[in-house]
């Protein structure tokens, strides 16, 4: 007798057509499904206007800077601006705010120049005048704002009030004038 099993049947190696159809239909269904849902990069589109050696540069847009306000604190003028951002992958509406303290209407003067050359159709600035501002010098900080030595400014001019802090009110409950007999 030979040496080998009892009860020994051929056996074929196994069907392997059905597993590769199955890893060919994903690789059809899922491998493009994924490809667009996900991107390694994020691709942005610039234009880009180089003019000729006779043209000028195109005009820079408009309204820069969204917000101006000056306000009178006790050491100066504090200048606070919202400028919109020009940063290429910013949204629409992103803005910076800078604030800058000076000490004279004359720096006032100058700070305002540099906004006024940023944005230069921007006409109105808000003035926000202390509680204890006298009239005078209200006006005088209208007028330095609405021309400066080098030619206009902000001609329209618009004046708000200033947040005041809560008065604090005493405490509610018998007086010390009521208690004594």
């Known amino acids: 007798m030979p040496a080998g099993r009892l009860f020994s049947t051929p ?21 493009p499904a994924l490809l667009m849902a996900t991107s390694a990069q994020k691709l942005t589109g610039l234009g ?10 195109p005009p820079e847009p408009t309204g820069a800077v969204e ?18 951002s020009t940063d290429v992958l910013a949204s629409v509406g992103d803005t910076e705010r800078k604030e800058l303290l000076v000490s004279s209407l004359t720096e006032l003067q100058i700070q305002l120049a540099v906004f006024k050359g940023l944005d230069s159709k ?28 080098e030619g206009e400014l902000f001609p329209r001019v618009i004046l708000e009030t200033a947040v005041a802090a809560p008065v604090a009110r005493p405490a509610e409950g018998p007086s010390a004038e009521g208690d004594a007999p």
Do not use: F, H, K, N
């Open 122 to 149: 921007r006409e109105r600035i808000t003035l926000i005048p202390s509680a204890d501002t006298p009239t005078e010098e209200v006006v005088r900080w209208m007028d330095a704002v609405r021309r400066g030595p």
């Open 67 to 84: 917000r101006l306000s000056v306000s009178r604190q006790p050491s100066g003028y504090l200048i606070s601006a919202e400028v919109r």
């Open 11 to 31: 056996t074929e190696p196994p069907d392997i057509r059905p597993a590769m159809m199955s890893v060919a239909a994903m690789m059809v269904l899922l491998l």
């Open 48 to 57: 880009l206007s180089v003019p000729g050696p006779s043209e000028q540069l």
